[in-house]
């Protein structure tokens, strides 16, 4: 069955330091995500792209963050200057589509980013 | 916006037991409900849903009731076994959104055999 896939599966960083966590939505789906969950705490919403672009954002999702599909396969979240508070789990998730009625979304295993 | 709560916060049950997690939407719109399980170290994973123009869903052992007037859901699992025990997460869509989610705070339900 196909997946969404990410690495690192574990990522520790420096404070003030850059990271880039990536993705391999599974490859016919349209709208890709990223969330966000705290330790102990809900999964957030953080973006959404479709058609090479951002097409929602929440307001978690501040000028240091930025994604990208860099190419048929890939979708990055980059964080610029990392600080403590962006230590939590990072899921990114892949929809088929989203044509008025909600479609289901398959999630990747994580990438849990650790700010020292 | 949205606000999904979800109770309770841990479960434990014994093996062939029911459990049953409830949560509460306060979006009136919102019109699509999943369920996710997340195991340790997994990202969660869709196990049930249910759309607003449906009362209850069922999949073998598990089952989700809708309650629109009162916006409560609930997931229902029966017979529960110990590879049930996980996080489980229920979620709400931001209506006129593309696929926004609200999700609840999770279940971590055990289940000892």
């Known amino acids: 069955e196909p997946e969404v896939t990410q690495t690192p599966s574990h990522q520790v960083t420096q404070m003030g330091q850059e990271v880039i966590l990536r993705c391999v939505p599974i490859?016919?789906?349209?709208?890709f995500y990223w969330y966000r969950q705290i330790l102990g705490q809900k999964v957030e919403f953080l973006v959404s792209f479709y058609n090479n672009e951002i097409s929602e954002k929440s307001e978690i999702f501040d000028d240091q963050f930025s994604v990208e599909r860099p190419d048929g396969s890939n979708f990055t979240l980059k964080i610029r200057s990392t600080k403590l508070e962006d230590s939590a789990m990072y899921f990114c998730a892949s929809v088929l589509r989203a044509t008025g009625v909600t479609d289901t979304q398959y999630f990747g295993p994580g990438t849990r980013l650790t700010v020292l | 916006g949205e606000n999904v709560e979800q109770h309770p916060s841990t479960l434990s049950v014994q093996e062939g037991d029911s459990a049953v997690i409830k949560c509460t939407y306060s979006?009136?719109?919102?019109?699509?409900f999943p369920w996710y399980k997340q195991e340790l170290g997994k990202g969660p994973q869709l196990i049930i849903d249910i759309r607003s123009n449906v009362g209850e869903k069922k999949d073998q052992r598990i089952a989700v009731t809708l309650n629109k007037t009162a916006k409560h859901f609930s997931l229902h699992i029966t017979e529960t076994q110990p590879e049930d025990s996980a996080v489980y997460f229920c979620a709400a869509n931001r209506p006129n959104t593309g696929n926004q989610f609200y999700f609840g705070t999770g279940t971590s339900l055990t289940v000892i055999p």
């Open positions: 979006d009136s719109a919102s019109n699509y």
């Open positions: 490859s016919n789906h349209l709208y």
